[in-house]
């Protein structure tokens, strides 16, 4: 089956000379048609921009971006115009227009479009029944809870039949219970309408909610790519071990991705943020730790509390020697460490 989504080595670049920041680098993900996929990355991975480039909102500095069989890259203004009426998007601050009724927020890209005004009136209010807010068709969005204001932008990006549905961050802004109900909509949406969702997050709950695949960004490179459960059992990139085990990767799950692992506990005791400790051993010492495990806390960018480290065998000396380099920072061995 072919992708409803290429993109193609996709970069993108902002500014230029010593302020040019790259947002993406060379990224190729295909998503099949149908599916409900997810990007997933820590703030600053590129997510948004990723997904802003597959409408063109954003240009790609270089790539391609082929939606439904078109290299958006390559259309006309006219036909991007076109193009775009088949991918509706979904924002986490919901862009409604204040003073327009539910019904009339539904209308308003169908009026666009030279629709009939009873047409348009007649699509909106099945879409309203399809998000279950046929009661709120004259009710403004200062009447609406920020779950109805969702179902709501969520019915007015599908007027327009869209193949493709973005969502970015659209859940963010919404208390747990109602982020589950918004997320069994667009699950029900995907079964009923065959509607390809790309789902863009920051939050592990929402891609184990709906997604069938996903992919990792990290500082805008592609770290992984697969099936949720291939990803989540075993991550193969420290981004996705970031990522799935938040609170320290096990050592099992470390050791699977080095020969050997030596462990070791690193006492804070008021000195240096223990985040910069750990940027500055990958980049002075080469040496890549892994979080197994972390009582600290930050006071006035201070750090206090202990941490468990794993570090590979060859440059375990290394690491250690810097460490015990440092100031108000002690450090051990912990030689018969489980988990």
């Keep these: 089956m072919e992708p409803i989504i290429q993109l193609k080595h996709l970069t993108k670049r902002f500014g230029g000379g010593e302020d040019e920041v790259r947002a993406l680098e060379d990224v190729s993900i295909a998503i099949q048609p149908g ?18 480039c597959v409408n063109l909102l954003e240009r790609p500095t270089e790539g391609e971006v082929i939606v439904d069989g078109q290299d958006m890259t390559r259309l006309s203004d006219r036909e991007l115009r076109e193009a775009r009426k088949s ?25 666009l479009v030279k629709v009939p005004r009873r047409e348009a009136e007649a699509r909106a209010r099945e879409l309203l029944e399809i998000v279950d807010l046929a009661g709120k068709a004259n009710a403004y969005p200062a009447q609406l809870s920020g779950g109805q204001k969702q179902r709501v932008a969520i019915a007015r990006t599908l007027a ?20 589950r109900d918004i997320l069994r909509l667009i699950q029900d949406i995907n079964k009923r309408l065959g509607i390809t969702v790309v789902v863009i ?9 709906i997604c069938s695949r996903v992919a990792i960004l990290d500082h805008g490179h592609l770290a992984e790519t697969g099936t949720v ?4 059992a075993n991550p193969k990139s420290e981004a996705g071990r970031r990522l799935v085990y ?8 470390y050791s699977a991705a080095a ?23 990958a980049i002075e010492c080469g040496v890549k730790a892994n979080i197994l495990g972390a009582d600290t806390r930050n006071i006035d960018g201070r750090a206090f509390g202990t941490m468990l480290l794993g570090l590979p065998e060859d440059g375990a000396e290394k690491a250690l020697a810097y460490i015990r380099a440092q100031r ?4 051990e061995e912990v030689p018969d460490y489980h988990g």
């Design 87 to 111: 991918i509706g998007m979904i924002f986490q601050s919901f862009n409604l227009l204040m003073q327009r009724t539910a019904l009339d927020n539904i209308c308003f890209p169908l009026e």
């Design 35 to 52: 599916e409900i996929f997810g990007v997933i990355g820590l703030s600053g991975a590129g997510k948004s921009t990723l997904v802003r």
């Design 201 to 209: 997050t920051h939050e592990m709950k929402v891609i184990e909610e």
């Design 246 to 253: 938040p609170d320290g990767v096990p050592l099992e799950v």
């Design 160 to 179: 327009n039949n869209p193949k493709v549905l973005l969502c970015d961050e659209a859940t963010s802004a919404l208390d747990p219970k109602t982020t």
């Design 328 to 331: 108000d920072i002690t450090v």
């Design 229 to 232: 459960e291939e990803v989540f």
């Design 259 to 281: 020969d050997k692992a030596r462990v070791v506990r690193v006492a804070f005791n008021g000195g240096t943020s223990y985040q910069p400790l750990i940027a500055t051993l």
